[in-house]
């Protein structure tokens, strides 16, 4: 099987993290082609790829998949232990990772994932209620396990809180001790700092991006 992941920048693509974080951990053999965003003629190129324009982008034996839950589920029926074997527990960790997948958009918005970035300016106070929100999320899901992460095991569900977890280290956002414990354990994990390394030696900046909340 040939796999090639379509990704945006390591310093900035949340989304394209998560499917690289979830082939990595499956010990799935891909190729990775970097797209850099906000460039001239990058749109061109992701409208090449796919209608929506969008990274990431799952090339399989030449069919090409979109969207980053698609490609985790495609993972997952590759390698089923991506997702928690206990039944009542995949399915919880399925409805999370939809959650995230789906929302929080206060925290996406006014807190883009910026690996080299580290502030402490006070942030809107509807980024503070979604990074609220997730924490008690996260304090709840870990006092009901005994393991490091969401289901005790890495899972699907922690790919996709990795990216929310970097953004409480770039703007300083508060968490309770439990999360900064499971945040420091995804940002230790060494595929994280494999492409936490890559991210810090690009050179491309967003200004965008970078001016957020200064």
Known sequence: MSLKLYIGNYNYSSWSLRPWLILRKAELLFETEMIYLDVPGYKDKLLALTDAGTVPVLEINGDRLPNSFAIAEFCAKAVPNLWPKDKADKAEARRVTKLMHEGFEHIRREAPMNLRRRTD????????????????????????????????????????????????????????NRSDTYISELMSDPDFQ??????????????ETDKTNL
């Open 121 to 176: 300016t006070k942030m809107p106070q509807s980024c503070l209620n979604d990074a609220a929100a997730m924490v008690e999320l996260w304090d709840e899901l870990l006092s009901r396990h005994d393991g490091p992460y969401l289901f005790n095991d890495w899972t699907i569900a922690d790919a996709f809180y990795t990216p929310a977890a970097t953004r409480f280290e770039s703007y300083g956002l508060p968490r309770t």
């Open 194 to 207: 494999d492409w936490e390394a890559k991210a810090f030696t690009e050179t491309q900046t967003m200004l």
